[in-house]
């Protein structure tokens, strides 16, 4: 069985994907799309001022070092996924209750994807399948540079949180034709000055003509200081090995850890390597 990068193309309704938990990839297909109209402003609600104040001490590190980052890096920084749990409970009209946010932002609608094989080369690619047919992968197709299939996409995020952000997680679902698509889970904590976060995404491939959850999942850590920044990116087998950003050792994990990358940033140098 070859491994096939798997890419949910929108059909019809715009639909946020988050991107924040995933790693970049080398060989990601960029969709024909129209250029996305800006959103129109809101006012702020509650959790948009609780992530202000949560990434302001480290906006000015993370804006030094994001443009030296290059588009291959596989890195996560947590600001995009906190701005997502307030526009979220913004438009679901979420309300903290006794000190703690807890509630959950559901989207549906019509997808295609895109499964390329990993083994072919960009430049070898010299047919795209028809997005509104939905095609089965058989095994003619499995020789292709890139085949496709859609239905119905199922997106289920489930937030925890404490009402000035001070620690918290998130749970995203995906789902296509009532088939696992995607998950992910994300936490995070703030501890003596510094923004600990987990980010864990599950291995998946396809098949012929369905996706299949691997057992790894693809893991990246961090901490944001006011002065730097230091990311891990390794996989683990089982989730319950994640580490809690609320009472992880960093040194202790880095070296517990077989690193597939790190990232290390002090006053805007940044440092990759293992």
Not at 27 to 34: R, S
Not at 73 to 99: H, I, K, N, Y
Not at 219 to 227: F, K, P, S, W
Not at 246 to 263: E, F, G, H, K, Y
């Amino acid at each position: 069985m070859r491994r096939l990068w798997v890419i949910l193309v929108l059909i019809g309704a715009a639909l946020i994907l988050t991107g924040c938990g995933a790693p970049r990839e080398e060989e990601a297909v960029a969709a024909d799309t129209p250029a996305p109209t800006a959103a129109p402003s809101r006012a702020q609600g509650p959790m948009d001022r609780a992530v202000d104040s949560v990434l302001s001490p480290f906006e000015r590190e993370v804006s030094q070092v994001t443009p030296q980052l290059d588009d291959a890096m596989a890195v996560t920084l947590p600001g995009d996924m906190l701005r997502q749990m307030a526009e979220d409970a913004w438009q679901s009209g979420a309300a903290a209750v006794d000190g703690r946010y807890h509630f959950t932002w559901r989207q549906s609608g019509e997808h295609t994807y895109v499964a390329v094989n990993e083994d072919t080369r960009p430049e070898d690619w010299s047919t795209t399948p028809d997005p509104d047919v939905e095609a089965p992968m058989g095994d003619a197709e499995m020789d292709a540079a890139e085949v496709s299939g859609g239905g119905m996409f199922h997106r289920l995020r489930v937030y925890d949180a404490a009402e000035d952000l001070s620690f918290g997680t998130a749970e995203i679902t995906d789902t296509l034709n009532g088939e696992p698509s995607g998950y992910e889970f994300f936490s995070f904590a703030l501890r003596d000055g510094c923004l600990y976060y987990v980010d864990a995404v599950r291995d998946l491939t396809v098949n012929l003509d369905t996706l299949e959850f691997q057992q790894n999942y693809a893991v990246t850590a961090g901490t944001l200081r006011m002065d730097g920044l230091d990311v891990i990116s390794f996989t683990l087998a089982d989730l319950t090995e994640l580490p809690d950003p609320a009472t992880m050792d960093w040194n202790a994990l880095v070296s517990s850890v077989t690193p597939v990358s790190r990232i290390t940033a002090r006053n805007g140098q940044v440092q990759t390597g293992l």
